[in-house]
């Protein structure tokens, strides 16, 4: 008689809902969330949920779930409930293997004693929201503490790292035992990294490869400028220019190096100057030390704006705003499996590290003549300066010029692994379109002012300017930094080549700076900074002044606080596409680089070095 109740009480309940973005953090608007996998659970209070059915949202948001009320248990009417999850790709055996990951902090509205079809209504989820726009400078993503990270489980171990970091580096005490870095080792073999030939390896080869500017007469310039960066007062950071003869092979020697003292620090646009002077070692050679000195403020804009403008910049937060709308809105498209781990621990490194760069105290605005303002000035310079359309990495100079070779060639692979990609799930990219027209959308909507560089026509090479003549749609009247991957809801044959063309170039700029570039500029952060007498983020007096130029520039507490922070960034040892520690890393690009290391090694590159990710 047990098994026949059962049986005749054993009836099919629909459940109807539809999930949107919170509207309150997207300006009111109606933001379906598609393609996400809904579980529909009985909420037991005193044993564990009843999984009743499993469903997904459709374009527009809905979910219809059929389950059978009888998965409850015997006479009991299932107290419906719901989970959301999204899915994080490893490789087992090659082959890719989706796990889940619950969405962080959701909690669903439970309906009791459910014995009828139920409609849950809209249902908003603060899912990958954005920070509001006052309260960012660029398209960040707003993390509730209580919720914690998106990607909270592979995070865990990161997101430790990170605190501990972000706690060591603002603890200024005094320190030794740290090891010495590169020009240390140099100073200690009897070479001189204070030398014009550092400089220009530093200039091509170094912490931030430089673009170079032509001036009329042939010679390669390289500026920093303060335009529009305010000051707090507090360090001495003139504007500096660097000039380089080339001789007949495109190697650089360095001629000269201009300096303009900023001479007000209020207005946040202070354009306010000293007249330009102009140093040569031949005109300072009366003077013992000033050369050096002259040098010395050309590498702490050198070592700011490569912080600022590059590491920051173009890296940390510039891959984040394609991470957010990444992750709002795609989730079928194969799309995701591509560049999904590369995406990994960037947000949280952000988040953790925004006081060392943004608050008056922090390591940045404490350490160099900017304000925090100006530090997140001169970030969202960096990203107006950015766009992933007609990218490609500089040519070489001259035949030393390794960071060029090395990029060209990492380029040449992706191209390659790209390439392949798409042909092996062209269909799956196509049939889900419309998640890379969403991403797309939101890109642009949200993308900063484009920040057009007046002297565009004088860079030596242009392949990596954000440049007038790619496409630059108007938001809210003003012309955008970044071009939309498509216009198209739909692939067309008439459509298909431009659109998958373009989508191509994407992947390959993300894959580029979550790897490579960023590797390249974070690890050899502490070549630059980690002997603050030889370069440091500002100085507190005008080391260029004749009364001035043996004195120590730096108080005791930066050094050690320079030395601490530069040294442990470079120390996290965690993520890289080789090592693949988190089985995430697709075989196909290991198999690549591998069929190329001993390419990479002609250029002293070792490529088990490259990180998978943005996460120190």
């Not at 109740?5 to 309940?13: E, G, K, L, N």
């Not at 659970?41 to 999984?51: E, F, M, R, V």
């Not at 790709?89 to 909690?107: C, I, R, T, W």
């Not at 010679?219 to 080339?246: C, H, I, M």
Request: aromatic share 12%.
């Amino acid at each position: 008689m047990l098994n026949l109740s059962r049986q005749m009480r054993h009836v099919m309940r629909t459940a109807t809902g539809r999930l949107i973005f919170d509207k309150e953090m997207n300006n009111g608007q109606t933001i379906p969330i598609h393609n996400l996998k809904v579980k529909l659970y009985d909420h037991d209070t005193l044993s564990s949920n009843d999984l009743l059915e499993v469903g997904y949202t459709d374009l527009d948001g809905y979910f219809e779930i059929k389950y059978d009320d009888d998965k409850a248990g015997y006479n009991d009417r299932p107290d419906l409930e719901l989970a959301l999850y999204t899915k994080v790709p490893v490789y087992k055996k090659g082959q890719v293997v989706e796990k889940e990951l619950a969405v962080p902090g959701f909690k669903s509205h439970r309906q009791s004693n459910v014995n009828y079809d139920y409609d849950f209504g809209e249902v908003e989820v603060k899912f990958w929201e954005y920070r509001p726009e006052e309260d960012s400078y660029t398209p960040r993503l707003l993390i509730d503490p209580k919720r914690g990270f998106p990607l909270a489980q592979k995070q865990r171990w990161e997101r430790n790292q990170v605190i501990n970091m972000c706690a060591v580096v603002q603890t200024k005490n005094r320190l030794t035992g740290f090891p010495p870095n590169e020009t240390m080792e140099m100073e200690a073999r009897g070479e001189n990294p204070r030398s014009d030939e550092f400089l220009v390896y530093l200039a091509t080869n170094g912490f931030y490869p430089c673009m170079f500017k032509k001036t009329d007469d042939g010679r390669y310039f390289v500026e920093f400028s303060w335009d529009g960066l305010q000051q707090n007062g507090k360090r001495y950071a003139p504007d500096t220019t660097a000039y380089f003869n080339v001789d007949g092979e495109g190697k650089l020697s360095l001629h000269s190096i201009d300096v303009t003292e900023r001479t007000g620090y209020v207005a946040p646009h202070d354009a306010l100057k000293a007249p330009t002077k102009t140093y040569t070692a031949a005109n300072c050679a009366d003077t013992p030390g000033l050369w050096d000195n002259v040098k010395k403020l050309w590498r702490i804009n050198y070592f700011f704006f490569g912080e600022a403008y590059g590491h920051i910049g173009n890296f940390h937060y510039n891959v984040e705003q394609f991470i957010l709308p990444f992750m709002r809105h795609v989730r079928k498209n194969p799309l995701y499996e591509l560049l999904f781990p590369h995406f990994y621990g960037t947000v949280s490194i952000n988040k953790e590290a925004d006081p060392l760069m943004t608050d008056p105290e922090g390591l940045v605005p404490a350490t160099s003549a900017a304000t925090p303002e100006a530090v997140a000035r001169a970030t969202r310079q960096a990203f107006g300066q950015n766009n992933w359309h007609g990218w490609s990495p500089r040519k070489p100079l001259h035949k030393e010029h390794r960071f060029a070779f090395i990029q060209q060639k990492y380029w040449d692979i992706l191209d390659q692994y790209v390439n392949e990609y798409f042909q092996k799930n062209e269909e799956g990219i196509i049939e889900n379109w419309i998640e890379v027209k969403r991403m797309s959308d939101e890109l642009i909507k949200r993308a900063v002012p484009f920040f057009e560089d007046k002297h565009e026509g004088l860079y030596t090479d242009s392949n990596e300017v954000n440049k007038t003549s790619s496409p630059h749609p108007e938001v809210n009247g003003v012309k955008v930094a970044l071009t939309p991957i498509t216009e198209d809801e739909v692939i067309t044959e008439a459509n298909k080549a431009e659109n998958l063309a373009n989508l191509k170039q994407m992947c390959k700029y993300l894959l580029m700076y979550t790897t490579v570039k960023h590797c390249w500029t974070n690890d050899l952060q502490n070549e630059i900074g980690g002997q603050p007498d030889f370069c440091s983020f500002g100085v507190d007096f005008n080391i260029l002044k004749p009364e001035n130029v043996a004195r120590d520039p730096i108080d005791p507490e930066i050094v050690a606080w320079l030395i601490r922070s530069s040294w442990f960034v470079v120390a996290q040892k965690w993520g890289y596409i080789m090592k693949d520690e988190a089985r995430d890393m697709n075989p196909r690009l290991k198999e690549l680089l591998e069929e190329n290391r001993e390419t990479f090694k002609k250029w002293d590159y070792d490529i088990d070095n490259i990180r998978n990710c943005i996460n120190t």
